[in-house]
């Protein structure tokens, strides 16, 4: 492929990288990945253990399969990939509660309302909180 064909194929994956990004971080608030730890499972023992809704899941999981995180087999069993195990909470180099927290709304409607920040120059928090996120977070310890 000469640069000019792949450059639209690097720029698509690049606009929908936030559908990616929130296929990680359901995956990663629904625990797939932990229900793996002992061995592949299908769409159905995953949905079972995870709350989930089989046919909508199955078709994350095909999703997650596309991307590397997770492999099916012949069987129609998923399995966590080694870049998959990261999202295991037991996992020494876990980023599940990375991917938890960055699909929350506090950051996902800060990036999503980024043209506006753009434009004023304050940001999302700035304008719904009255203030930095700094001065909100010193103002509601814990």
Known sequence: MNPSEREPAELAQMIWAFMLSRAVQVAAKLGVVDGLRDGPRNASEIAAATGAHEAALARLLRFLTSVG????????????????????????QSMRALAVMYGQPSFTNAWGDLYETVRTGRSHFERHHDGTMFDYLASHRA
């Open 69 to 92: 995180l997770l492999r099916e087999d012949e069987n129609a069993c998923f399995s966590a990939t080694p870049l998959g195990d990261l999202l295991r909470s037991d996992h020494p």
